[in-house]
C-alpha cells in the first residue's frame, strides 16, 4: 500500500523549495492509501503535481487540491487546480 498524502506532500515540498516565494495553496486529503507500485506512483504524482505547478506559474495565488471522491458510489483519487486570480 502506498500513502499517496505522503507522496504529495513530500512532491509539494519539492515544488516549493524550487519557488519559495510563490503563493500557492495546497490542500492534501488525509491518509489516502492505494494498492500501486510505489515507484510508479511517485512517478505519477510528481508529474502530475508538476505540471499543476507549471500551469499556475502566471496566477498570483492558485489553490492546488488532491484528494478523493465518490463518483458512481466507487471512491476514486483526484487532483484540481484551481486558478484563484486577485
Known amino acids: ?7 504529495v506532500r513530500a512532491t509539494v515540498k519539492q ?7 510563490r503563493k500557492v495553496e495546497v490542500v492534501v486529503q488525509d491518509h489516502l492509501m492505494a494498492d500501486l507500485d ?3 506512483a511517485r512517478a505519477l504524482i ?3 503535481l508538476s505540471n499543476a505547478w ?3 506559474s502566471k496566477v498570483p495565488l492558485a489553490r492546488v487540491e488532491f484528494g478523493s471522491t465518490v463518483v458512481a458510489h466507487e471512491e476514486r483519487a483526484c487532483a484540481t ?4 486570480s486577485t
Open 38 to 40: 510505489p515507484v510508479l
Open 46 to 48: 510528481e508529474n502530475l
Open 54 to 56: 507549471k500551469f499556475t
Open 81 to 84: 487546480t484551481v486558478l484563484v
Open 1 to 7: 500500500m502506498v500513502d499517496l498524502s505522503s507522496v
Open 15 to 21: 515544488l516549493v523549495a524550487t519557488e519559495p516565494g
